[in-house]
């Protein structure tokens, strides 16, 4: 599915859950990279951590959107740790284990998992089980707003706001706005930017993407010229960041 069906161009507004920050909880390395290939691949921000403390340190840390944990892990073993996250957090959790029989798979969702997945397993399920998971998140969370400092993007309405003001978009300069928004102060390089527009030639990234994001200052920027919420990242792309209070 191409990314710029995720603000309803063609169907309903995110039929494609938007990027993440992914947790992934593996001791076998190899196994841990090829999860995290597939899942950057997608276009999630993911972190591997390889034993059970570690986890629980990052997750304590940095909630993640999603946490992908194996069974078996050297220091905390995952069942453990499932159930001390559930005790302080209601991160999703998929969980990943070479013993998928009707026990393991009872345990497992009793010690708190959302989702559980057995070894050997095919990728491309994985990736499945994650957006699931991710969109069933999301839909519990209710979010049809994203807000960032002052500016306000209504999903549902495809409504814009800055300091309390209506502002109009195009199609395309929603979707960039409604892409950045939903992960603020993540940098975006115009290549990405430009698969949530209508833009089809790559050789026009750099002119087209660079012409909605002035365009964007003029509309949400106090003042275009010395832009604070919408800014370049040299070198890299564009980000959005919440601006002055």
């Known amino acids: 599915m191409n990314n710029r069906n995720l603000l309803g161009r063609r169907q309903r507004p995110y039929s494609r ?39 629980l340190a990052q997750v304590r840390r940095r909630p993640p959107d999603l946490l992908v944990l194996d069974v078996m892990m050297p220091g905390l073993d995952g069942l453990t740790l ?10 999703p959790i998929l969980m990943l ?6 026990d393991d798979l009872l345990t497992g969702l009793g010690a708190g998992a959302d989702d559980y997945l057995g070894k050997p397993y095919s990728p491309r ?11 069933r998140s999301r839909a519990g969370q209710g979010a049809t707003l994203l807000v960032v400092g002052r500016l306000t993007i209504d999903l549902d309405r495809r ?12 199609a395309d300069q929603f979707a960039i706005l409604a892409a950045l928004a939903a992960q603020p102060d993540r940098v975006f390089s115009r290549a990405q930017l430009l698969q949530y527009t209508s833009g089809q030639e790559r050789d026009s990234v750099e002119r087209s993407i660079d012409v909605h994001i002035l365009n964007l200052r003029r509309k949400i920027e106090p003042d275009p010229r010395r832009p604070t919420r919408l800014l370049t990242v040299y070198g890299v792309g564009y980000k959005l960041t919440a601006g002055p209070a």
């Open 97 to 102: 284990t070479a013993r998928a029989g009707e």
């Open 159 to 170: 409504t814009v706001r800055a300091d309390d003001r209506s502002v109009e978009c195009t």
């Open 82 to 91: 499932c159930q001390i996250l559930r005790q302080e957090s209601e991160v």
């Open 125 to 135: 399920e994985l990736v499945a089980r994650t957006r699931a998971l991710l969109r």
């Open 17 to 55: 859950v938007v990027s993440a920050y992914l947790l992934v909880a593996e001791d076998d390395p190899s196994q841990a990279e090829v999860v995290r290939r597939y899942l950057s691949a997608e276009g999630h921000e993911t972190v591997v951590v390889h034993d059970g403390l570690t986890a």
